[in-house]
């Protein structure tokens, strides 16, 4: 039935057996026309609920819900009445969708001159903050890219009932939908690009003035870049402190920011004080409020902000330098020691046998040789339960025999003469150490089927077998258990650590307390306290390492628990201490930082806790966090930095623009390339591209090889008289007359036994000595490297990092000797012209064997003749030498017959 014109009415029968009122009903157009008992009226289809109907055998009750009346309308055959409904409901559906889409245009409408007003907007917005602020920040971005979304315009250009309106309007031009395409990212980027161009051509005398070279693009790039959150990723020599006191002169110079809003932060006074002086002196000559920026290290400015927020300054505690802190640490033990025998026997055996007794994880067999596992009392064993056990039984004063033959023989065609992992002489006790999971499932098969056939053997003979588990021992029982075992069989266990001799002497006392203090370190830092050491054990540790691990915490439990009552006591704090209070002072608005613009120095080696400071200081809009660093330098783990803070910047910090600074001030181009490639073995560190503007003095790198350890100092005199001699003579320039700088870079401070005497060229050279960790921020023209061997003292040093501190640390390196790689680096890369590396015969250190290999670095004896230093292509680790066999000479590995690499010869 159509719809205008379209009528209805009861029926007939459906007046007369329904005895209904006479009406009609009329749908004309968007309107209802009834008449209901000759009364007429009308209304708007829109203005009507949705039509029902209740239908009866034959006719139905029509009811049109309307605001002002109920309508209820009878006497309609069921058919006619479902009708009527449909029609009136399609009209109704109708004028909805002719309504939406006329909504829809006038909306568009509105749109499109919001669009022109937010474009014009956008513009003058960026033109200002552009002005005031010298750059479209982050903020600046979100904020309108927030504004541009409530326009809603993208909405509407999806809408179907608009696509013909779109498209034709797309066609025509229209500015409204060219300007909203426009990348709003886009826009920004292209708008800094030529602020920066222009400021680099309108600022070119102050980028030219500031520092005594003028600045590079790229340090100018990070100058002018005012982003809310930059990391600058730096090279070595690359002029980081330079950039920072230009940024902050460029702020003084562009009226961005005032001077008593910019702090500077460093890590150490010394360096503080270069930055507050080096600031004064470059910038106070150009007119700029130099006084006024405020150069502090984390530490006093910390202090500050609590004395501040809480009106009481606190004192850190007056032994936390200078090595005061791990004296501290060893007054603690002494005192737990003395106070608490239970404590007193865990310290030491822990220091006695745990301390050494951990798995190196950046073992590797392309570098290490594959170690024996000796005991205390001297027995070579098979495994380290078994050393432990050894171990354990030695501190204790229990008399053992490892591996003694069983006093029945035990030889036929399927057994050799079984011999058990310990005896006791003294019970006459035979003690099998088993290697069964907590399930009791064994490591490989025929395990079981020789467990028992040894169970039989000594319940056959009537001899006695105590047994430990591997499951036992991980778990912490097995020792406990085995205590009881000898204690009840009559052995009397008396704990002796200066028993611990031969091969495996205790740890240096010095070393254990810097584990324990640089757990706490990072404890603190990261905020975690007993329960959550505790879970982070459960999560992490499993088999041998667990043992120690938990042994490990309930050593240091008490000694945290002491340290924070010592410092309790004399009303002090620590470094930690202090970060976190300020932090959370900060956090909680106790005191508003004024500090617009915060810079840190030396990222690299932030902790957590400073980059929670950091992260409070700039939290506020308007804030803006300058942050300087080269991952490649991160070599101070062991006092709390964690490179993921830098890695991870944005994770913590957010969007943030990433510069860098890649021109290097201070070596040549071929050590870039080298120390480059080399540090960047590691795929987890930050890529950078070193170019270098300094002059070549080949060869760059040398390597110089004696005898014997004895032989270093006398080796390196002569070489460094040679160059004593050349300098006096003018075949080796120096500048404006001075003397050459050497420095000695040692990997420990016993390799200053090495620094040989130079008074007799003291007027050539300036020789010093220093440890590499020392010598970060320093240079010199020569840099000499003894020490670089192989072994535990070598360099890298194979002293494995205690794995103890993966418990406090959000996360491990997953490459091997991360760290010593990256303190070669910073060895390499304190000179200014060359570096000689010093070896010793077939002790060559794997990083000096890498250089040789990949770089073609040159093997010199002491008075500078080459050596043949082919590298193994096989273990790297050892040179090739001319053999012969039945085909004739050809050149195989040093090592043989550990190594069979083999090459024809050239």
């Not at 300020?582 to 902790?607: C, I, K, R, T």
Request: glycine residues 6%; proline residues 5%; hydrophobic residues 40%.
């Amino acid at each position: 039935m159509g719809r205008n014109g379209t009528s209805w009415r009861p029926s007939y029968w459906g007046r007369r057996v329904a005895k209904c009122s006479d009406w009609a009903l009329r749908l004309e157009g968007d309107r209802l026309a009834i008449d209901l008992d000759s009364v007429p009226f009308s209304f708007d289809v829109g203005d009507i609920g949705e039509v029902t109907v209740s239908p009866g055998f034959v006719w139905s009750t029509v009811e049109i819900p309307h605001p002002e009346r109920r309508i209820r309308l009878r006497g309609i055959p069921n058919l006619r009445a479902r009708k009527l409904a449909k029609t009136v409901g399609a009209a109704q559906a109708d004028l909805r969708h002719r309504l939406r889409v006329q909504a829809l245009h006038t909306g568009f409408d509105a749109a499109t001159a919001a669009v022109l007003l937010w474009v014009t907007s956008l513009e003058e917005a960026a033109a200002t903050h552009l002005r005031t602020s010298g750059w479209l920040t982050r903020e600046f971005a979100e904020a309108w890219a927030a504004s541009k979304a409530a326009i809603g315009f993208d909405r509407l250009l999806a809408e179907p009932e608009l696509r013909a309106r779109v498209q034709a309007e797309t066609e025509a031009g229209s500015p409204s939908i060219r300007l909203w395409g426009q990348d709003l990212a886009d826009f920004i980027s292209q708008q800094n690009d030529h602020h920066l161009a222009t400021e680099l051509e309108a600022c070119r005398d102050f980028f030219e003035t500031v520092e005594k070279s003028p600045l590079t693009p790229e340090q100018a790039r990070a100058v002018v870049c005012f982003d809310n959150r930059m990391l600058v990723v730096a090279s070595a020599g690359s002029g980081k402190t330079s950039t920072m006191v230009a940024k902050a002169g460029y702020a003084l110079h562009r009226s961005l920011i005032p001077a008593d809003k910019i702090l500077m932060l460093a890590f150490n006074a010394a360096a503080a004080k270069e930055l507050q002086t080096r600031t004064r002196e470059r910038l106070t000559p150009l007119g700029l409020d130099a006084d006024k920026v405020v150069a502090k290290t984390f530490h006093a400015f910390g202090l500050e902000i609590i004395g501040k927020a809480t009106g009481r300054k606190p004192s850190l505690a007056p032994w936390l330098d200078g090595g005061g802190d791990i004296k501290q640490l060893g007054r603690i033990v002494d005192g737990l020691r003395a106070a608490d025998p239970g404590f007193r026997t865990q310290w030491d055996f822990f220091r006695a046998v745990l301390a050494n007794d951990y798995p190196d994880v950046d073992a590797d067999d392309a570098w290490e040789p594959s170690s024996e596992l000796r005991t205390a009392q001297g027995e070579v064993v098979k495994s380290g339960a078994e050393r432990m056990i050894a171990d354990w039984l030695y501190f204790h004063s229990v008399d053992y025999v490892h591996e003694k033959p069983y006093e029945i023989d035990t030889v036929d065609a399927e057994h050799v003469q079984y011999r058990p992992d310990f005896y006791y002489p003294a019970i006459d006790i035979y003690h099998e150490h088993v290697a069964l999971d907590a399930e009791g499932q064994a490591p490989f098969e025929g395990y079981l089927e020789s467990l028992h056939w040894k169970r039989d053997l000594h319940q056959e003979h009537g001899t006695t077998l105590i047994e430990t588990t591997m499951a036992e021992l991980w778990s912490g029982s097995g020792l406990h258990n085995l205590a009881q075992e000898l204690t009840q069989r009559g052995i009397r266990l008396r704990p002796n650590p200066d028993r611990i001799i031969a091969k495996q002497k205790p740890i240096e006392n010095e070393r254990l307390l810097q584990t324990f203090r640089s757990f706490l370190t990072h404890t603190k830092s990261n905020q975690l306290n007993d329960q959550q050491l505790r879970e982070r054990l459960e999560e992490l540790a499993e088999g041998e390492v667990r043992f120690r691990d938990a042994a490990f915490l309930r050593l240091f439990t008490p000694i945290r628990r002491e340290w924070e009552l010592k410092l309790a006591a004399e009303g002090c704090i620590d470094f930690e201490d202090m970060l976190n209070l300020s932090a959370e002072h900060l956090e909680a608005g106790d005191w508003e930082s004024p500090y617009e613009l915060v810079m840190v120095d030396e990222f690299q080696d932030a902790s957590h806790a400073r980059a929670r400071l950091a992260r409070a200081l700039v939290a506020k809009p308007g804030r803006h966090l300058f942050a300087v660093g080269d991952d490649w330098q991160s070599i101070n783990r062991f006092a709390g930095a964690d490179l993921s803070v830098m890695t991870g910047f944005e994770e913590l910090f957010g969007p943030s623009e990433v510069l860098r600074l890649e021109r290097t001030f201070r070596f040549p181009q071929s050590l870039a390339d080298v120390s480059s490639q080399f540090v960047l073995q590691n795929p987890s560190q930050l890529v950078k591209n070193v170019v270098s503007s300094t002059q070549e003095f080949p060869p760059t790198i040398g390597a110089l090889s004696v005898d014997t350890d004895t032989a270093v100092k006398a080796a390196m005199r002569h070489r460094l008289r040679i160059l004593a001699t050349h300098v006096r003579s003018g075949a080796i320039p120096s500048a404006a007359g001075r003397k050459l700088s050497v420095l000695v870079l040692g990997r420990y401070r016993h390799h200053s036994d090495y620094l040989p005497d130079c008074r007799d060229f003291a007027d050539a050279l300036d020789v010093r000595f220093s440890t590499i960790h020392a010598s970060k921020g320093a240079e010199a023209d020569y840099i000499v490297i003894p020490g670089m061997v192989s072994g535990q003292w070598g360099f890298p040093s194979t002293i494995p990092n205690d794995p103890v501190l993966r418990m406090a640390m959000p996360a491990a390196e997953g490459f091997k000797r991360a760290e010593e790689r990256r303190l070669f680096y910073v060895a390499l890369t304190r000179a200014r012209r060359g570096v000689l590396l010093v070896t010793i015969k077939n002790r060559e250190s794997p990083f000096l064997m890498e250089l040789i290999r990949d770089h073609g670095i040159t093997l010199t004896n002491a008075i500078g003749e080459a050596l043949d230093s082919i590298v193994c292509p096989k273990c790297s680790r050892g040179f090739m030498v001319e053999r012969t066999s039945k085909r004739g000479a050809f050149l195989g590995c040093r090592r043989y017959p550990r190594c069979k690499g083999t090459l024809a010869l050239p």
